[in-house]
């Protein structure tokens, strides 16, 4: 392919219809059945309230060749402070404008104008993604990516949802900033991505149930989210998050109990939970009768020019399915 007249740039709103049209052409390879609307295009990228970096390769001719992108994300470290993150989803390259054994394709070179351009060598800037083995082996190949961990779920008939008698009840939730400050409070402790009113907002899908639990007084003790979906070839209901105290056993059997009301009323058969070797609530998920299960995706992460940092970090981080692109 003739190189002299691609470039490598940050998309613009113009671009729009080359990427999707670039994107189809690589993920229905994959998945016929693969779709991407634009208005979903838009929202995750352009209305975005932390904003975005990415870089795309163009021809003459307008055509998108390859992207590389991360959605950007703060997460608060447990000695205090917040650094920046990006969620690389959407990279893509057309067969063309792949390199072959031992090349830097197109994408490869969208990701290192991403590195140089979008992250900090000296904040320590740190990127993950869950990539599919295919895409774990070139990242790793020629992006330099590092392995943090295979990806596992708590997962089991939607059966086991069994609440316990408690006097608290859960209803809709409002997002607004008593859930970030929740979450901080609960999870002091551990690494953990900020919760702000704006990034749940823009994060949750348009589908997903938002509960909380309060106090006598008002005060916030519980919010969860989930949502039915297809996953792993079943209807589950996938909990999106889950911010209660451990210690909480009526805020935690508030939860329960609304999503075992989820699972009566929206059909799913099965439920699902990522499985972070951080969670404090693993005993909870054992005893409910959970149990983990490894998915095809890896846990790939990246920080400029410290392999031990990356992997310190993605070690450190106590995820749930909110902060990936798998749900």
């Known amino acids: 392919m003739p190189t002299d007249d691609i470039v490598i740039r940050p998309p613009q709103l113009a671009d729009e219809v080359a990427v999707l049209d670039a994107w189809h052409a690589c993920f229905a390879r994959l998945d016929p059945a693969a779709r991407l609307e634009a208005s979903?295009?838009?929202r995750r990228w352009s209305e975005h309230p932390l904003g975005w970096q990415a870089q795309a390769a163009f021809a003459a001719d307008g055509t998108c060749l390859a992207h590389f992108g991360g959605l950007g994300f703060r997460w608060r470290m447990p000695e205090g402070g917040l650094r920046r993150g990006w969620l690389v989803v959407d990279s893509f390259a057309r067969m063309e404008a792949r390199g072959g054994l031992g090349k830097r394709g197109w994408l490869a070179r969208c990701?290192?104008?991403?590195i140089a351009e979008s992250m900090s060598r000296e904040q320590r800037d740190y990127a993950h993604g869950f990539p599919v083995p295919r895409a774990w082996e070139l990242g790793r190949r020629v992006m330099r990516y590092e392995f943090a961990d295979e990806v596992r779920v708590w997962t089991a008939s939607s059966e086991a949802l069994q609440p316990w008698p408690t006097p608290l009840e859960a209803r809709s939730a409002v997002l607004?900033?008593?859930?970030?400050r929740l979450d901080a409070q609960v999870y002091a402790r551990t690494a953990r991505i900020e919760r702000s009113a704006a990034h749940l907002a823009w994060r949750l899908p348009a589908d997903a149930q938002c509960v909380e639990v309060r106090a006598q007084d008002g005060g916030l003790r519980g919010f969860a989210a989930w949502r039915t979906t297809t996953f792993l070839g079943e209807p589950h209901l996938v909990l999106?998050?889950?911010v209660a105290d451990v210690a909480d056993a009526p805020a935690q059997g508030a939860l329960l109990a609304a999503a075992r009301n989820a699972v009566r009323t929206q059909g799913a058969t099965r439920v699902a939970v990522w499985g972070s070797p951080r969670d404090p609530h693993a005993a909870l998920w054992w005893r409910l009768g959970l149990r983990l299960r490894a998915l095809e995706n890896v846990q790939a992460c990246f920080v400029p020019h410290d392999a031990?940092?990356?992997r310190r970090v993605a070690s450190e981080l106590y995820l749930s399915?909110?902060?990936?692109?798998l749900a």
Do not use: N
Not at 111 to 114: D, H, I, L, S, V
């Open 321 to 325: 399915f909110l902060d990936t692109d």
């Open 240 to 242: 999106l998050d889950w």
């Open 40 to 42: 979903a295009w838009r």
């Open 176 to 180: 607004d900033e008593r859930i970030a």
């Open 308 to 310: 031990h940092e990356a």
């Open 111 to 114: 990701c290192e104008r991403f």
